[in-house]
């Protein structure tokens, strides 16, 4: 027997954060549909997602419009779904790991189950017992009590189940009669086991199939592996695949039924099918199946089944553009920018979403100006940016937790309308926000998902109560404490160029920030080098001062330029380029990064 609840943070693997950019409602099945069951009595059709959404549909081939609601809970791939209580309450199973039950009738899920350690990948449902087993790749079946699991509060969590074990193989397939009395596995151990649930006793193995078992189906009283012949076929059939539409084939007036085993493996006389046309489709929509970053590492270009591209903002967490049926590679080469920002989020395509990752490995690695960025500045100046910690704020702006109160520090103001203290709470980064509607969710690195919450839910008590619970210290360090992480240095060695005549100097290694632009280098070596090299063979009287004491700073920068070059490879470097972008595409090579300076030949 094992219990569930809510996993201790103990022993916690590394957290990481991860949201989706999307519409505020997906209407349509993004990716390829896995599982399905039909409510006959309200006419709807539930539908299980790769893109992680429970869809409902209408079956009333009247309706224009068949989407009823979404039922958005899972994280990952939903692979299986059971209705169970007479349409009431549905099951799904998921590559998150976790098991889930809704209210079907209102679209809710009641509770999370997350007794599996892998892919939970089938679901087995035994209707006279209200019983659903669960099974996956961790090679264990579970057994639930639907009416136990129905009864579940946020204060009465926990669950006790049975547990079959024996498998030694990922299961990918799961059947129980109706009676639940006997329950099967297919794996891809090749063999079917066989358990009597009442007793979670093994009864017997199997043999004969050759490749992994997918799919089974067991009879009323769980004596054959087949459909019951005795009963009339059904009227009408609903097919998913791994394309994102819904077929609906009717088989009314149909009556040369035969089952796969009749059919002989002669293919010299091919069989007509049954039905060429489907009587209903429930249209799905585009996967994206292709991306690029590109180089500002905050935008990228995606291609989807369609064949239609689309530009993405990585930090307003949405969609720019959509370019339509354009050329994928064409596209990427006219947005070419020679910049280089250091990664610091990953893409996933799993769902047919973009969904992005921040791990704290590298998520505050890119820093840029705010001018670069696009942002401007309520004093005028260019700060320097950190792109994760940003974005980071913008996902969290919702939480109590992250606001500045000013009372805190002293810094109301006196309203002079009305004498009152003003308090204006900051929220978010002062720079941009993310569409409240974007799902947020902390995970453990290797996809066991911790908590899914949408960023305008993040100020809902219960919400703000399992964030503190979740949020991982390094997020905690940027969003509550206002850490910003230290700027990235990065070490250079600064020479004369051969062709400048100049005798080499003692090689002192320089540090700077990664950003620093080739422009402000020549202008120290204008001020420190060239200057110090003219007033060294010149002598100063005291009504001639230094011209290094003259010029003011601009004036410095506009003959730094005029005068000097700087150099990498014996490249003449753009001064507006930035000292990490000169190293990724100029320099090329291990070792810290040298520059040449010379003076301009007039």
């Known amino acids: ?335 070419f920018k020679m910049v280089y920002v250091p990664n610091w989020f990953s893409v996933d395509l799993k769902t047919g979403m973009l969904t992005i990752t921040l791990d704290e490995s590298d998520c505050f690695a890119a820093w840029v100006s705010a001018k670069d960025a696009g942002f401007s500045s309520p004093d005028g100046s260019d700060p320097k940016l950190n792109l994760g910690g940003l974005l980071l704020q913008a996902l969290l702006e919702y939480w109590p937790r992250t606001h500045i109160n000013p009372m805190d520090e002293e810094e109301n103001e006196i309203n002079h309308v009305n004498g009152e203290q003003e308090n204006r709470v900051q929220k978010g980064n002062g720079y941009f926000q993310v569409p409240p509607h974007t799902p947020v969710i902390f995970g453990e690195a290797g996809g066991r998902t911790l908590f899914r919450l949408l960023c305008r839910d993040s100020g809902g008590e219960t919400e703000s109560m399992l964030l503190n619970e979740t949020v991982p210290q390094w997020v905690i360090d940027i969003t509550v404490d206002k850490n910003m992480p230290k700027f990235n240095k990065i070490p250079f060695y600064l020479q004369p160029h051969s062709s400048s005549g100049a005798k080499t100097l003692k090689k002192d290694r320089l540090s700077a920030s990664d950003m620093l632009q080739v422009r402000k280098v020549m202008e120290h070596v204008y001020e420190k080098i060239i200057n110090l090299d003219n007033e060294s063979q010149t002598t100063s009287s005291s009504n001639n001062e230094k011209a290094g004491e003259q010029e003011k700073e601009e004036d410095i920068a506009v003959l730094a330029e005029e005068k000097i070059e700087l150099l990498c490879q014996d490249q003449v470097l753009d001064p507006n380029m930035d000292l990490r972008t000169v190293k990724h595409f100029i320099w090329k090579s291990g070792g810290d990064l040298t520059l040449h300076y010379r003076q301009k030949s007039t």
């Open 1 to 335: 027997m094992a219990a569930h609840h809510r996993q201790n943070t103990a022993g916690r693997r590394k957290v990481q954060v991860s949201y989706v950019i999307r519409d505020e409602v997906e209407k349509y099945n993004r990716n390829g549909v896995n599982a399905l069951q039909l409510d006959p009595a309200l006419n709807r059709l539930f539908t299980a997602g790769r893109d992680s959404i429970i869809r409902i549909w209408s079956v009333n081939q009247h309706k224009q419009d068949p989407y009823i609601a979404s039922m958005e809970h899972h994280t990952d791939w939903v692979n299986d779904i059971v209705l169970c209580c007479n349409g009431k309450t549905l099951i799904s199973a998921s590559s998150d790991t976790t098991v889930k039950v809704w209210n079907a009738h209102k679209g809710f899920c009641m509770s999370t189950l997350r007794t599996h350690k892998d892919y939970v990948k089938a679901l087995a449902y035994a209707k006279d017992k209200e019983l659903v087993a669960s099974a996956g790749l961790d090679r264990q079946i579970f057994l639930w009590d639907v009416n136990t699991l129905t009864a579940l509060t946020a204060s009465n969590n926990t669950v006790t189940t049975s547990s079959l074990s024996g498998n030694k193989d990922s299961i990918y397939s799961l059947a129980m009669n109706q009676m639940g009395t006997v329950i099967v596995s297919g794996s891809t151990e090749k063999v079917l086991r066989v358990w009597d649930p009442r007793t979670c006793a093994k009864l017997m193995k199997l043999k004969g199939h050759t490749d992994n078992v997918k799919a089974l189906l067991l009879n009323r009283d769980g004596t054959q592996m087949e459909l019951d012949r005795s009963a009339d076929p059904p009227p009408a059939l609903w097919v998913a695949t791994t394309k994102s539409s819904v077929n609906k084939w009717t088989l009314k007036g149909i009556h040369n039924f035969r089952a796969s085993g009749d059919y002989d493996n002669d293919c010299t006389n091919p069989i007509p099918p049954l039905c060429t046309q489907p009587d209903q489709v429930i249209k799905g929509g585009a996967s994206i199946i292709q991306c690029h970053i590109l180089n500002d590492k905050r935008h990228i270009l995606t291609k989807d089944t369609n064949n239609n591209v689309a530009y993405w903002d990585v930090l307003k967490a949405c969609k720019v553009e959509d370019l339509g049926k354009v050329d994928f590679e064409e596209e990427i080469k006219k947005r």
